[in-house]
């Protein structure tokens, strides 16, 4: 299984992104999609989910700025990012849990705001 993700750049504060990842390979079923990321010195942390039923998750920080969505026939997820903010600099990572339990994970893409 393969995660090939897209989209990270440079952005000044106010702007916006859209990252996308595609899964490829030997996949029945995503149940869940989802883009975590790391800042330089902090953790990896969640910043939106979606399962294959449309349901999303969110990071408080994040909420009412980005968007996250999915193409099941492609098996794809997409996260709008607007509004951005310089603390929304980070290593973007796309993430998929299949239906037996396994997780996948992407290369990661930066993106860095500043002005």
């Known amino acids: 299984v393969q995660l090939q993700a897209s989209g990270g750049g440079l952005v000044q504060p106010g702007g916006s992104l859209r990252l996308s990842c595609a899964a490829s390979?030997?996949?029945?079923?995503?149940?869940?999609m989802g883009w975590y990321r790391q800042a330089p010195g902090k953790q990896r942390e969640m910043v939106a989910d979606i399962n294959r039923d449309g349901s999303t998750n969110y990071a408080d920080s994040v909420k009412g700025r980005f968007t996250i969505s999915r193409d099941n026939a492609k098996n794809t997820v997409y996260m709008q990012m607007n509004s951005l903010k310089p603390e929304d600099t980070a290593v973007y990572y796309c993430t998929i849990r299949t239906s037996s339990g396994s997780n996948y994970w992407g290369q990661g893409t930066l993106v860095t705001v500043s002005s």
């Open positions: 390979g030997s996949i029945f079923t995503i149940f869940r």
